[in-house]
């Protein structure tokens, strides 16, 4: 598919979908991170709580718009997707939203916490193979067999919008607190429909980083070449930033806005991960902290006086984090 | 000191209090706690996010308060305090907003975390003795020697009008939300300062609830005594509340008002504090996990609708919740 036959979402569209969605969403906090904006040495720093939203993170906006677009068209009569992380569950709880049955293919060694969390939401669960192509076969077969409609989880651009709808809260709340936008953004980058979002929402002036483990940077490498690229993903905590290729249409519209990537390893997730929980009181998963360990990692610049940091999600298993306090939790 | 002849706050100097200190403290949020709402078989559950306060407690509220009355009143030349815990690094913030040095008597086995945490705000740290006997007279003698005028932490009209923007904001919330206030709100006591305040600004119709560990019931048994009693504190993971005696003026209040004493285990706590970490990504002291754990075990009443719970704080060292993880992280 070329880029110029793509359809691609505008910023009328993401207000659009901020409307559509606003009674099922949570419209999260934005919060300045006092203690922790002392590590930036000069501007302030802001942080989008999408770890408060919904299923606990912002893959409710895109699947709830998606799903009210889909039943706008032509009602369908069943759901079904094949993310094995928080796609799943938000597909599930668009499903309550709009009363549709939900079937989600999920890997049979998926961890028990992500299965019970979809089937809190009243989904039904088809373990498919491990792979995530296992997964999308057995998507496609239930979605002839059971005529149900398959929910993409990046790469629509009512996905797209969607997810948009942080990015434009963000933006609000920054405006309102002090009277301008922030003038650099960080946004992690899985398939890459928060931060195509983020390109489509941000101000004019915000400089937009991408953000990915070193391990799996499809969307840096992309960006670098001119074109999508494939990676073999690599071993990171960031189990929600592991795809092979990023979309169609996240990367044409993030490469249109000029954004800049970056890339963390691991290390810089778990302290990263560990200081927002001990200062700011707020614990995210991997992907969320890959982001701000970014925006601590940038050199200062005079020019910049608003950093701010889309925190994806916090849907993280307690060991894990328990984990990581043991090894960073005594850190200044 | 006789009821009658004390000073208490009235509803109209919380209105005040909280016009003079907005400038100065965060309009934390009130959060739906969608996923632990369904242990309570019906009610929604509101939580005001006192650990996304400056300093990560309320008593920034009431400290600033205290502060900015002081100063109108006649400034003064310096400010004492003899907190070990969230007050002392309040008032060391109410210094750095009015620009008066702060002194703060601490214990000398104080852990390096909260040391830190006053220094950091520019204030001086005076060690004195190991118990609160030794940092009261030592803050005597400063404020004597120095000129400097104390801040108390609780039984003070200033600082319970101060705390209770807390309880009036989350009233406002929910209101926005649903259109109606708290049936129920829970609140943790230490001195009595927070939940002296709630009582004054919560709804006519809200019942106010008083948490204590059951080691430390000062509150409890002063209300079902009467009058105030004193009790022997005993080993509890809430170190915030652990008061041998609650302030006059805050037990005359909660009286006045016909709370409702709770009383919580080290094991309702910690389950607490994991279960709102996993399930909504929020990080909490002992304190405020306490108070939720009183709402997890109230009996389900048809009646009610909205139950509310002031998250006091997020201060905590990292090794505890490593800990509590490792021991409550496993339940469902």
Same mark, same amino acid.
């Given at each position: 598919?070329?880029?110029?036959?793509?359809?691609?979402?505008?910023?009328r569209?993401?207000?659009?979908?901020?409307?559509?969605?606003?009674?099922?969403?949570?419209r999260?906090?934005?919060i300045?991170?006092?203690?922790?904006?002392?590590?930036?040495?000069?501007?302030?720093?802001?942080?989008?709580?999408?770890?408060?939203?919904r299923?606990?993170?912002?893959?409710?906006?895109?699947?709830?718009?998606?799903?009210?677009?889909?039943?706008?068209?032509?009602?369908?009569?069943?759901?079904?997707?094949?993310?094995?992380?928080?796609?799943?569950?938000?597909?599930?709880?668009?499903?309550?939203?709009?009363?549709?049955?939900?079937?989600?293919?999920?890997p049979?060694?998926?961890?028990?916490?992500?299965?019970?969390?979809?089937?809190?939401?009243?989904a039904?669960?088809?373990?498919a193979?491990?792979?995530? @192509? +296992?997964?999308? %076969?057995?998507?496609?077969?239930? /979605?002839a067999?059971?005529? =149900?409609t398959?929910?993409? &989880?990046?790469? !629509?651009?009512?996905?797209?919008?969607?997810?948009?709808?942080?990015?434009?809260?963000?933006?609000?709340?920054?405006?309102?607190?002090?009277?301008?936008?922030?003038?650099?953004?960080?946004?992690?980058?899985?398939?890459?429909?928060?931060?195509?979002?983020?390109?489509?929402?941000?101000?004019?002036g915000?400089?937009?980083?991408?953000?990915?483990?070193?391990?799996?940077?499809?969307?840096?490498?992309?960006?670098?070449a001119?074109?999508?690229?494939?990676?073999?993903?690599?071993?990171?905590?960031?189990?929600?930033?592991?795809?092979?290729?990023?979309?169609?249409?996240?990367?044409?519209?993030?490469?249109?806005?000029?954004?800049?990537?970056v890339?963390?390893?691991?290390?810089?997730?778990?302290?990263?991960?560990?200081?927002?929980?001990?200062? @700011? +009181?707020?614990l %995210?998963?991997p992907?969320?902290? /890959?982001?701000?360990?970014? =925006?601590?990692?940038?050199? &200062?610049?005079? !020019?910049?006086q608003?950093?701010?940091?889309?925190?994806?999600?916090?849907?993280?298993?307690?060991?894990l984090?328990?984990?990581?306090?043991?090894?960073?939790?005594g850190?200044?």
């Amino acid at each position: 598919m070329e880029a110029s036959e793509i359809d691609l979402p505008t910023v009328r569209d993401v207000r659009d979908a901020a409307q559509r969605i606003a009674p099922y969403v949570v419209r999260t906090p934005t919060i300045r991170a006092y203690r922790l904006e002392r590590r930036l040495g000069g501007p302030r720093l802001w942080l989008k709580c999408e770890n408060l939203q919904r299923i606990g993170a912002f893959k409710a906006r895109g699947a709830v718009h998606a799903v009210l677009r889909l039943v706008e068209r032509r009602r369908p009569r069943a759901l079904v997707t094949y993310s094995s992380g928080n796609h799943a569950q938000a597909v599930a709880y668009a499903g309550t939203v709009t009363g549709l049955p939900v079937i989600v293919a999920m890997p049979e060694d998926a961890p028990a916490i992500k299965v019970a969390g979809v089937r809190a939401l009243g989904a039904r669960v088809v373990f498919a193979g491990t792979t995530s @192509e +296992h997964r999308r %076969v057995a998507a496609e077969r239930i /979605a002839a067999e059971e005529d =149900a409609t398959i929910v993409q &989880p990046f790469d !629509d651009p009512d996905i797209i919008a969607g997810q948009a709808t942080a990015t434009l809260e963000l933006d609000q709340d920054v405006h309102e607190a002090v009277g301008r936008s922030p003038d650099v953004l960080y946004v992690p980058v899985g398939g890459g429909g928060l931060v195509a979002g983020a390109a489509l929402a941000a101000a004019d002036g915000t400089r937009i980083h991408t953000v990915e483990p070193a391990t799996c940077d499809a969307m840096a490498r992309s960006l670098e070449a001119g074109e999508r690229v494939a990676v073999e993903p690599g071993p990171t905590l960031a189990d929600g930033l592991k795809p092979v290729k990023v979309g169609v249409r996240n990367f044409e519209i993030v490469r249109r806005r000029g954004a800049t990537p970056v890339r963390v390893d691991d290390d810089d997730i778990g302290a990263a991960l560990v200081a927002l929980l001990r200062d @700011e +009181h707020l614990l %995210v998963e991997p992907s969320a902290a /890959a982001a701000l360990a970014a =925006a601590f990692r940038a050199e &200062p610049a005079p !020019d910049v006086q608003d950093v701010a940091v889309v925190l994806s999600g916090g849907n993280v298993a307690p060991e894990l984090v328990g984990d990581l306090l043991g090894r960073y939790g005594g850190e200044p």
